[in-house]
T-cell receptor, first 114, second 114 residues
């Protein structure tokens, strides 16, 4: 079945460091791919998405490119801030059966130190 | 756009009791999803409505769980005879068509079963 695997955390970085969180997926068909973020005490928020191969999603300085050949959707940011501390979830939309439910990875906790 | 709301935000109950949660989706969204998130894990799909029709149920949704969406507006999720293993965050999300469109999440209802 469809699945998402993302790098395990926690990840601790200093402010202004480069961030990469790896995400790979297994899917039949052509899913949409998402990164959601969960800040402490808050609900899940969409960070960015890509709907087809080679699309790049971007938001708030974060980027991810839909790579069909490597079945990956790695999240990157060139210079992290303390305010980026959160849990990041990679997800795919499983609409092979037309329901479109999301399949999530386990999440990666990011802590950014000043 | 007032966002997805859920009520209550927290629920503590004793094992064996019944509980009911409510989700109010974004008004023009015809798709509504329920997910469950346990500590340290990503959300897992429970069930999906398109308008008032419940079209998909995960095998995670045991016979003790029932969900409704009368008139295609708000939805309720009921758990009968709660067990300690039901303790989790219950998340609701809504989206427009087509499947694969962005899902917007509510803040969740945290259930603790004593």
């Amino acid at each position: 079945g469809n699945s998402v695997t993302q790098m395990e955390g926690p990840v601790t970085l200093s402010e202004e460091a480069f961030l990469t969180i790896n995400c790979t997926y297994t899917a039949t068909g052509y899913p949409s791919l998402f990164w959601y973020v969960q800040y402490p005490g808050e609900g899940l928020q969409l960070l960015l998405k890509a709907t087809k191969a080679d699309d790049k999603g971007s938001n708030k300085g974060f980027e991810a490119t839909y790579r069909k050949e490597t079945t990956s959707f790695h999240l990157e940011k060139g210079s992290v801030q303390v305010s980026d501390s959160a849990v990041y979830f990679c997800a795919l939309s499983d609409y092979g059966g037309s329901q479109g439910n999301l399949i999530f990875g386990k999440g990666t906790k990011l802590s950014v130190k000043p | 756009d007032t966002g997805v709301s859920q009520d209550p935000r927290h629920k503590i109950t004793k094992r064996g009791q019944n509980v009911t949660f409510r989700c109010d989706p974004i008004s023009e969204h015809n798709r509504l999803y329920w997910y469950r998130q346990t500590l340290g894990q990503g959300p897992e799909f429970l069930t999906y409505f398109q308008n008032e029709a419940q079209l998909e149920k995960s095998r995670l949704l045991s016979d003790r769980f029932s969900a409704e969406r009368p008139k295609g507006s708000f939805s309720t999720l009921e758990i009968q005879r709660t067990e300690q293993g039901d303790s989790a965050m219950y998340l609701c999300a809504s989206s427009r068509d087509p499947p694969g469109d962005t899902q917007y999440f509510g803040p969740g209802t945290r259930l603790t079963v004593l």
